[in-house]
């Protein structure tokens, strides 16, 4: 389901869903987000976080994106909070398993990728590390604020990177397990969350091409930083289930 970008005064004044995202880049916990409402058929609209806007800040509680605020209920920042939402707003398709032990496994799987110390989390300053040592990574002014806001320890470098390698290496051999069973699905034989999650997370090692997203040069470079261990962990079993996620099942091209 396509979606608009409103400004944040006629999204505040509009009932429904709305949702806070990160312009120009493809942030992949927005990129989810918006992968979920879209398989779901929510309907929503888009505003572009604005880091000098005293009103976004206000009506969403901070300064990040994804907030999803549906109508005048509190503001939604998390990916399991954002998750569960459209669980509730659209039951159908449900994107989490009616087994009780799968949910589990899907929500345990899902934090790997997106939540704190998880895969996003990990790579994110693990780019922070390679722009302060000048290898690759984000420019200063990034790393910077994206080294205090999500608590990057000088010198770690190597424990970020052995956590991200060993982060694509589970999820890698998941994907090869449930292929040997006949699925192209990390649950069963269903698609859910956890497979939007991992295509969109991939944007952090292989952002998919400029025709499908036009993204800013220097965020692609950065994103593209070779790293020997995190390169050999990058199976290739992550990009072909990439690539068939966004040819069957999500939007292109992005809208960022």
Not at 142 to 161: F, H, I, R
Not at 164 to 178: E, I, S, T, W
Not at 247 to 256: F, G, N, S, T, Y
């Amino acid at each position: 389901m396509t979606f608009q970008y409103l400004d944040i005064e006629d999204a505040i004044a509009r009932p429904g869903l709305r949702m806070v995202v990160v312009g120009s880049v493809p942030s992949p916990w927005g990129e989810a987000a918006k992968g979920i409402l879209h398989i779901k058929g929510i309907d929503w609209v888009a505003v572009r976080l604005a880091y000098d806007n005293a009103a976004l800040k206000d009506w969403a509680g901070q300064q990040s994106g994804p907030v999803a605020i549906y109508n005048d209920e509190p503001p939604r920042a998390g990916w399991a909070a954002i998750l569960l939402l459209a669980e509730r707003l659209a039951p159908v398709p449900s994107l989490l398993p009616a087994d009780a032990a799968e949910r589990a496994l899907a929500f345990g799987l899902a934090h790997e990728i997106c939540g704190e110390w998880g895969l996003g989390w990990t790579r994110r300053l693990q780019l922070v590390e390679a722009g302060f040592k000048g290898g690759g990574g984000f420019a200063a002014p990034a790393a910077k604020y994206l080294a205090a806001k999500y608590g990057y320890q000088p010198g770690t470098g190597a424990v970020y990177t052995a956590r991200v390698a060993a982060l694509l290496r589970l999820l890698a051999a998941r994907l090869k397990g449930q292929s040997a069973a006949g699925s192209r699905y990390y649950l069963g034989n269903a698609l859910t969350a956890v497979d939007i999650y991992s295509a969109t997370f991939m944007a952090l090692f292989r952002p998919l091409p400029p025709e499908q997203c036009q993204m800013r040069e220097s965020t692609r470079a950065a994103f593209l930083t070779p790293d020997a261990e995190t390169d050999a962990a990058l199976d290739l079993i992550l990009l072909e289930h990439r690539d068939m996620m966004y040819a069957e099942h999500l939007e292109l091209p992005l809208k960022l």
